[in-house]
């Protein structure tokens, strides 16, 4: 078992910058890529950001050029800096782990809500 914990969510002013960071426990060792998702009402849960163990990274192109996913493998942490928001970013944002294969887990945290309002 696999559980993460998210925190740095927020309000915040259209322009301004966020870092949320999701910390990871238990069976961490079968972590390989870590994430974050987020939920606005009434839409459904899509990808902002992914990192691979080996630092490999993909990003939602709404974010590109503006959010940055990095990772510590040795603090089982991961990151998502926030620059430039937008009202359009406001959801909940969570955070995700993915096991590798050939058993694949997939792990959910509880959610932190980052509102970008004036």
């Known amino acids: 078992q696999v559980q993460l914990v998210e925190s740095g969510g927020g309000l915040v002013q259209p322009g301004g910058s966020l870092r949320l960071s999701c910390a990871a426990s238990?069976?961490?060792?079968?972590?390989?890529?870590m994430g974050w998702y987020r939920q606005a009402p009434g839409k459904e849960r899509e990808l902002v950001a992914t990192?691979?163990?080996?630092?490999?990274?993909n990003y939602a192109d709404s974010v590109k050029g503006r959010f940055t996913i990095s990772r510590d493998n040795v603090k089982n942490t991961v990151y998502l800096q926030m620059n430039s928001l937008k009202p359009g970013d406001t959801a909940v944002y969570y955070c995700?782990?993915?096991?590798?294969?050939?058993?694949?887990?997939?792990?959910w945290g509880r959610g932190t809500q980052v509102t970008v309002s004036s």
């Open positions: 238990g069976t961490i060792f079968s972590i390989d890529t």
């Open positions: 995700n782990a993915k096991t590798a294969a050939p058993l694949i887990y997939i792990y």
């Open positions: 990192i691979t163990r080996g630092g490999n990274t």
